[in-house]
């Protein structure tokens, strides 16, 4: 499914007016999945942003890959959870994903990608946030920022592959991922590798209070 902006189930679209009308209400948990009658790929694509305040969750469940990606930005929960699962890769390529007191999971049957075509991070003020990886989490090696940043809450990363931060190939740009004052946990099956960007300056690679810096 590709959730579009606008209201009403369209074909192989879900409306985001839609999804927010529902959420918004607060009485029920809602889940798009791709398991239906349809022909396709088994993509979900969240291409407008999303926000709504209440308790609810949203689930996204895809055959293959959930993709975020143009006008993606603005995703925003206050307080419902928001949980992504991938039977192939989850893709981060443009558009911040935001929770105050809500909880964030995002898990593939083989990759999560940080590749973004903007400054990209998810944010966590109250809520945690966790990432499983049937294979790699690799974050960066791009023109932009991409980051995970949390205030209070703890990170969660498995892999049964290798945790992956490469630097920024533009100025003034960092990957990073930031815990939170709770107690994190990385279980990592293959290498953690933090790589400074192969050009530009002042760019940063950090994990918690871990950096590195081109110059």
Not at 14 to 34: I, P
Not at 72 to 90: H, L
Request: hydrophobic share 35%.
């Amino acid at each position: 499914y590709t959730p579009s902006a606008g209201a009403g189930f369209i074909g192989t679209q879900v409306g985001t007016d839609t999804l927010k009308s529902v959420l918004d209400g607060g009485t029920v948990d809602v889940t798009v999945t791709t398991s239906s009658s349809f022909t396709g790929n088994g993509d979900i694509k969240m291409t407008p942003g999303l926000f709504w305040d209440t308790e609810s969750s949203l689930t996204l469940i895809a055959d293959r890959d959930i993709r975020f990606e143009d006008g993606a930005g603005g995703t925003t929960t206050e307080k419902g959870d928001f949980i992504v699962q991938a039977a192939r890769d989850v893709l981060f390529l443009q558009g911040d994903i935001q929770a105050n007191e809500a909880n964030l999971s995002f898990s593939a049957g083989r990759d999560i990608r940080f590749s973004p075509s903007s400054d990209t991070t998810i944010i966590s003020n109250q809520g945690n946030v966790s990432f499983f990886a049937g294979r790699d989490m690799v974050i960066g090696g791009t023109a932009f920022s991409a980051a995970v940043e949390l205030q209070f809450g703890a990170v969660t990363v498995q892999t049964a592959g290798s945790l992956l931060l490469n630097g920024a190939t533009a100025n003034d740009k960092r990957v990073a991922i930031n815990v939170g004052e709770a107690p994190s946990s990385f279980t990592i099956g293959g290498d953690l590798r933090l790589r400074g960007g192969t050009s530009g300056v002042n760019t940063s690679v950090q994990i918690g209070a871990t950096s590195q810096a081109n110059s």
